[in-house]
């Protein structure tokens, strides 16, 4: 039973939860603003005292933690909330007013000037409606937020800004061709007209001049600048013109406009400049490329308007401020045009997993069901509470039927049908389970310990097929081994894949302790060959040859792209930039210099592309629904162990954190981490030692965020006590444990887990040992077991005497390309580029560097411990001397902890020049391993020391990034997962000036601090 807290959380996340649960009312003192006078009397009157005496929208502890992190005991805890006070979206009023008024209908329009569409609103709240239309307090909260929000009425002064330049760089989109002049009759009225208006009003660097805006625009200066502004504007054009986004984003609201986060441009309709668009606009008619497929239309017509019925367009919910992958654009006031609603469908058909049997597989159902119909947790509740039963909607109607009359939950199954069918129609469905059986290893089995040869692992597999009902049938066993022309008792195999199409199977194997790992990849006519281009001698990108020193080049653990590249591990060391980076071929890990390291790599056409330069082990790549590498990587510092997620685009850039940093956790090792069809991870959580790398089964709720689990005071920087801090009623775990049983630790379990992969309809294969109490030792084997995510239920599938390891069902997935560096990422705003003058190169632009370097050391919800004072350094980590095999050869540059000994060698490059604002720009090595270094006292030091970052982190060669965030943007996109700057969950919220304004730093236009020279060479204690 949850509590009235819990539910307020669970269905207001996203707004106002108000009577229904009773609020406390208490004697105030006197009032003496106009909001305590006018304002606080309305919200009071709609919150009334319970039986209970429990609180709605007040504060729930000292903590400042309210229901829907919405607190209304003051002028200062609602300012904090100022995503709730802005006429955002479709809706027409602000959020603070949206939840708490009663279903109201709404006009939608189009950009092709089709009939209106009308829709009721359906927003869940659960303090139902307290404020009506007609009532008084409906019209005084509305006077005053039109007004301006503030505490004493008066008109708030508008905002100035210093505009930084506009940009010369030409955007990029597949349909644009920059050296082909439009033809259409409206371009010469363009250019004449509209480009000098654009450039003059829009076109600033920290406006539409940011390659992070949607509406990207350039300088309009050259022809190819005129031509991509052109392309870039037409289809923010509608049949109706007076729609046209582009007319009334910028349009001030009392004539017409709507919500524009660069404010008003055009005062009124007669100004020059919006009749000039204007004018353009009715010559040109329309947008230009509109999709043609039937599922486009469907969405645009019915599954987007259900999306604004729900609620989710509300800014601080699904809106392109938000710190998450769906981040829905809101049109203007009703109206959605082309770009909105294309940009809405590519997102929302992301979160739709195709090759499911239904659509409760898919992340933009699932997200929305009860948790008892198989649902998850969702920040905004379950809006599709109501569905989850495809079998009971009426598919006519659904598709066809008046709109504003269906089921939310059977519309959007309609929509998917029509997509599988169109996408998927000649999909391969499940035909097969791959997999490995092996004797149990004879050695500890640790997930870095590849190179260990144990004969008799043999690649299979077996057909099977999954009906309707979710049972799976097996047939024939087939040995993929000796379909290879290996040896199954004399080979070792390792990792089947299938290619995103179903119709291919790659594995790795070797034949003696002698030989490296070779890619096979088995087509489905049953024809196996070595992947030739990965096993063709290694070169560096030059094309020249180089030494690998007598060292093995292992190439093995391959994951299909979407696209079918091939990404996969190799011990072949750096071949690409390396004259930059100083080294060449196979090196050592230094967390044990007895072991390669292992960096990840991809086979595009016929060539071998370095994906990963880091110096520890990167293992068992797989990919994201998104098309982005997600892999497991070897973490190893001064009193540091840990294998954690981390996620890479496939062209190079923002690699990037994926789970398990530090080890607040509550495990120090997070290992075959893969996405689900619902996008959660599934991964295996243990502690260092466990055997055969196996653990407990744990799905991973991406979106919830990192969870604090540390009962150490040492990892609560600033307030020891903050250890207290996270307030179950309204603090939600990402991490949920499907087997209390097996614990993930050393001993004491009841059970172990391994190797998750999925199935189509959303449950897992994994391998599991039932019997085995202590993970140092497991001496029974696994079998291959079917486990339900949602119940976490398990049923065997395939058994044996011996292990069984890596199962992998082989079918289609439906595939949504690959993703690719963008300015508009959260945290990896980023491009890598490829000429000559940039491609040995990485830009790296911190934006508050001395916050950042608040995230090296903390990783709980707790005031971040910023170091203000303290310069950030950067250092090269290196990798162990050509000839150090072990601790024993490594000299100076060995130590020890708590987690045994390590190999260290690290070179300072420099002090980045940090600027008044904290920003910071710095040029280094492409590829080179860095660590940040700060000096800085924390709990556990007598005086400020230097502390180093606990991870290294890569740029790619060629890429230009920004990271970090400016402090007054940290709480709405980062405090959601890592905690708000002062620790207090009542400050994480929106800001809406995060689409313009968030890397409008001084850095911005300053020469980047050249740190490609580094000093001399160092081993620890670094002092």
Avoid at 411 to 421: P, Q, S, Y
């Amino acid at each position: 039973m949850r509590s009235a807290a819990q539910v307020c959380l669970l269905l207001s996340t996203c707004g106002l939860c108000a009577s229904s649960l009773g609020c406390t009312r208490e004697e105030k003192p006197e009032r003496s603003t106009f909001y305590e006078r006018q304002i606080a009397t309305v919200l009071e009157r709609s919150c009334t005292p319970s039986s209970s005496q429990s609180t709605c929208h007040g504060a729930a502890d000292d903590r400042g933690n309210a229901s829907g992190n919405l607190n209304l005991e003051s002028y200062d805890t609602l300012d904090l909330r100022r995503d709730l006070l802005v006429n955002y979206g479709p809706y027409g009023v602000p959020g603070l007013l949206l939840k708490a008024l009663p279903p109201f209908q709404l006009r939608l329009t189009s950009w092709d000037g089709s009939e209106p569409i009308f829709v009721t609103t359906d927003i869940r709240h659960a303090g139902r409606s307290p404020i009506e239309f007609e009532a008084q307090a409906y019209a005084t909260l509305t006077r005053w937020i039109e007004g301006g929000a503030t505490e004493n009425n008066a008109p708030p002064a508008d905002p100035t800004y210093e505009f930084s330049a506009c940009s010369s760089a030409i955007g990029r989109d597949s349909l644009f061709d920059p050296s082909v002049e439009p033809t259409t009759p409206d371009f010469d009225q363009f250019r004449r007209e509209v480009n000098p208006v654009l450039r003059s009003t829009c076109a600033a660097g920290n406006c539409h001049g940011s390659p992070a805006n949607s509406l990207y625009l350039t300088c309009g200066e050259s022809d190819e600048q005129v031509r991509w502004n052109y392309f870039a504007a037409g289809d923010y054009v509608s049949t109706n013109t007076q729609d046209s986004e582009i007319l009334r984003r910028g349009l001030a609201p009392s004539q017409g406009g709507t919500y524009h986060e660069g404010g008003t441009i055009f005062t009124s309709l007669d100004d020059p400049d919006h009749r000039a668009i204007e004018s353009w606009a009715e010559l040109k008619g329309g947008p230009t490329n509109v999709p043609a497929n039937d599922g486009f239309f469907f969405f645009a017509s019915r599954v987007q308007p259900m999306l604004v019925k729900r609620g989710c367009m509300m800014l601080g919910c699904h809106s392109p401020a938000m710190f998450h992958d769906y981040r829905l654009r809101g049109g203007s006031g009703g109206h959605f045009g082309l770009p909105a609603t294309r940009t809405n469908y590519d997102l929302s058909l992301e979160q739709l997993a195709l090759e499911g049997p239904t659509v409760n597989s898919s992340r933009l159902v699932r997200k929305n069901l009860l948790l008892e119909a198989g649902g998850m947790l969702h920040r905004g509740g379950s809006l599709l509470a109501s569905g989850g039963d495809p079998s009971a909607c009426d598919a006519t109607a659904a598709a066809t039927g008046p709109l504003d009359e269906q089921d939310p939950y059977c519309v959007i199954n309609a929509w998917f049908e029509l997509e599988k069918a169109e996408r998927m129609g000649t999909a391969q469905a499940l035909r097969a389970i791959a997999f490995v059986r092996q004797s149990s290893p004879s050695g500890p089995g640790v997930p870095q310990d590849f190179e260990r040869f144990e004969a008799g692992a043999e690649a299979v597999s077996v057909a099977a097929t999954l009906d309707a009902s979710g049972a799976l049938t097996l047939g024939a066993e087939t040995s993929l081994s000796a379909l290879c022309g290996l040896d199954p008792t004399s080979s070792q195999a390792r990792r089947p894949a299938v290619s995103w199409d179903g119709t291919r199977i790659a594995f790795s194997a070797r034949t003696s302790a002698d030989a490296p790992y070779r890619i096979y990849v088995v087509e489905t006519d049953d024809s196996c060959s070595v992947e030739p281009t990965i096993d063709a001698p290694p070169t560096l990108d030059s094309g020249d040859a180089y030494s690998a020193g007598g060292e093995l080049i292992h190439n093995f653990d391959p994951s299909f792209a979407p696209d079918g590249r091939i990404v996969f591990a190799s011990t072949r060391g750096n071949v690409m930039n390396v004259q930059a980076i100083g080294y060449s071929g196979p090196t050592r890990t230094p967390a044990d210099p007895s072991r390669l390291n292992a960096n990840l790599y991809v086979r595009e056409s016929d060539k071998i592309r370095q994906l990963t330069f880091l110096l520890d082990q990167e293992l068992t790549p797989s990919f994201m629904r998104d098309g982005r590498v997600i892999m497991v990587a070897e973490k190893r510092a001064t009193d540091f162990y840990q294998l954690a997620g981390r996620r890479i685009n496939l062209d190079g850039g923002d690699y990037h954190p994926l789970f398990g940093q530090r080890s607040t956790i509550g495990f120090n090792q997070f290992t075959d981490v893969v996405e689900l069809s619902d996008k959660n991870l599934a991964a295996i959580f243990s502690d260092r030692g466990a055997q055969r790398g196996a653990g407990t089964l744990a799905i991973v709720n991406r979106s919830i965020g990192v969870d604090q689990g540390s009962d150490d005071p040492a990892d609560y920087l600033s307030d020891e006590g903050a250890l207290t801090w996270p307030n179950p009623e309204f603090y939600q775990k990402s991490i949920r444990i499907l087997d209390g049983r097996a614990t993930g630790k050393l001993d004491g379990t009841a059970g172990a887990y391994r190797h998750p992969s999925p199935l189509p309809d959303g449950r897992l294969l994994v391998s599991y040992a039932g019997d085995a109490t202590d993970l140092t030792a497991i001496d029974d084997n696994f079998e291959i077991i079917v486990v339900d995510p949602a119940t976490g239920s398990r049923s065997a599938l395939i058994t044996s005497d011996r292990d069984l390891a890596w199962p992998v069902a082989v079918y289609a997935k439906g595939n949504h390309g690959i993703f690719e560096s963008r300015p508009d990422e959260a945290n990896g705003a980023t491009r890598v580029y490829t000429d000559a003058e940039r491609r040995d190169r990485a830009q790296i632009t911190f934006l508050d560097l001395p916050l950042l370097a608040s995230l090296l050391f903390q990783n709980t919800r707790s005031e971040r411990l910023i170091p203000e004072g303290g310069l950030v350094e950067v250092w090269e980590n290196l990798p162990p001397e050509p000839g150090v095999r072990s601790y024993g050869d490594g000299g100076e540059y060995v130590a020890s902890d708590a987690f045994g000994q390590y190999y260290l060698r690290r070179r300072r490059l420099g002090v980045p020049q940090v600027y008044q604002d904290g920003s910071a720009r710095i040029l280094i090595n492409g590829g080179s391993p860095i660590t940040l270094a700060v000096t800085t006292e924390l709990a556990s030091d007598a005086s400020p020391r230097l502390h180093f970052q606990r991870e290294a982190m890569q740029f790619y060669p060629g890429e230009y990034a920004h990271q970090s965030f400016r402090r007054e943007f940290f709480n709405g996109l980062c405090g959601g997962c890592h905690g708000s700057v002062n620790g207090l969950e009542s400050h994480i919220a929106t800001n809406p000036d995060i689409l313009t304004r968030a890397s409008d730093v001084v850095a911005k236009e300053q020469t980047p601090t050249d740190l490609r020279n580094g000093g001399d060479e160092q081993g620890p204690p670094f002092e």
